[in-house]
């Protein structure tokens, strides 16, 4: 009997802090993420105005503040400056460029 074969199963662990620089990329993709979040906030509201069911408006209201918290965290990960943070991770790679030729002396 051929054995069944499944696909290995890939945890990783969740990245504990976001990186100290963006990149264009990420930038974009954080961009695209702030209005997914923001419309899923907004339509959230809107129907939760709209419901007359007090356990569905409550369940909708909640779902839209998810989102509302979502928005904020993405945000407060673009409140970084990006120029101050290349710099020093520039400066950080060139010491430690130095002290490797340093060693090789």
Do not use: C
């Not at 990960?77 to 060139?94: C, D, F, G, P, Y």
């Amino acid at each position: 009997m051929p054995a069944t074969m499944t696909a290995p199963t890939q945890t990783k662990a969740p990245i504990p802090e976001p990186p100290r620089a963006i990149t264009t990329k990420d930038l974009n993709y954080l961009k695209d993420a702030l209005s997914w979040e923001m419309l899923a906030f907004k339509k959230f509201h809107f129907f939760a105005q709209q419901a007359t069911d007090p356990e569905v408006k409550q369940a909708l209201e909640k779902a839209g503040q998810m989102h509302q918290r979502h928005y904020q965290k993405l945000l407060g990960h673009l409140q970084v400056n990006n120029a101050a943070v290349m710099a020093s991770i520039q400066q950080t790679m060139q010491a430690q460029s130095q002290q490797q030729q340093n060693q090789a002396r």
